[in-house]
Structures are given as structure tokens and as C-alpha cells.
């Protein structure tokens, strides 16, 4: 059954507004006829798009405050770089506020490899015009990594 969209934003704020106001799903069924899967499925739909909405509404808050932070380190920095303490110590504090924000100092996942599949990522990484990063007298730091991955 095809329902134009008019219709069902219309049916769907009905059953919204049903379920906000307190009523259980067998309720919304018995007001508006519909069956328990189409008033599930509105009411997870409105609770993703409110979620959505929540998350667009933080990101924007971060950016603001990321601009304040940077606005703030960007007054303290003249002072901090002529060895004023006090000054140095706020612009570290804004930078750790900065990166505690942004995610920087996250744990990060580091997947499972063999040290073979190690050693050929890093190789891949360092290669530059053929040369191996692993190969003695290179200036990449990869052939010091070897010995201690080849353990």
C-alpha cells in the first residue's frame, strides 16, 4: 500500500506526538489503527533523526570551542615564547584542553600482524625510488625497527 508522503509525515507526527505524551505502542495502535511495526518503526526513525540532530548540535558546539581555545592561545603565545611562566603554562594547559577535545591523546587500535606483514607494512610506508628503508646505511628509520621486530 503506497501512502503519499504528506500522509505519512502526517501520520507519523501523530504517532510521535503520542508516544512523547506518554502513551504505549498498544495505545498508539488503538488511536490511530496503524500496526505495531509501522508505530516502531516511526518512533526508532524520529529517535535516529533526534539523534542526528544531537550529534550535528555538539560537533558545532566543539568547533566553537576549539576557536575559543585557539583564539586564547593565539593572545598568551607572544608572552609564552618570551619565557613568561605563567603564560607558558596557560598555553599548555589550552593545548591539552585542545587535544583532549579533538581526540589527539585517544588510545588508538593497533591491528594484529605477523612480524613479517609488519615489517613489509613499514617497508611499503619507507620506499622511496626502490630503496628499502631496511637496507644498511639507509637514512629511513626502518632498518633500525628490523632488528628489533625480527626478534
Excluded: C
Excluded at 40 to 50: K, L, P, Q
Excluded at 69 to 74: E, G, H
Excluded at 122 to 134: H, K, M, N, Q, Y
Amino acid at each position: 500500500m503506497n501512502i503519499d508522503p504528506l500522509s505519512r509525515a502526517k501520520r507519523k507526527a501523530k504517532v510521535i506526538d503520542l508516544y512523547l505524551a506518554g502513551n504505549t505502542y498498544r495505545e498508539i495502535r488503538e488511536e490511530t489503527g496503524l500496526s505495531l511495526g509501522i508505530i516502531s518503526r516511526y518512533i526508532n526513525e524520529a529517535v535516529e533523526e533526534a539523534n542526528k540532530a544531537a550529534q550535528e548540535g555538539m560537533r558545532k558546539i566543539k568547533r566553537l570551542e576549539v576557536m575559543k581555545i585557539d583564539r586564547l592561545i593565539k593572545a598568551f603565545w607572544p608572552k609564552a615564547i618570551e619565557a613568561d611562566v605563567q603564560a607558558a603554562s596557560m598555553v599548555l594547559k589550552l593545548l591539552e584542553r585542545k587535544a583532549d577535545m579533538l581526540g589527539l591523546d585517544a588510545p588508538f587500535r593497533i591491528e594484529n600482524m605477523t612480524n613479517d606483514e609488519l615489517i613489509k607494512a613499514i617497508a611499503e610506508l619507507g620506499e622511496t625510488d626502490g630503496v628499502s628503508p631496511f637496507a644498511p646505511g639507509s637514512s629511513a628509520p626502518g632498518h633500525l625497527l628490523s632488528a628489533t621486530i625480527q626478534a
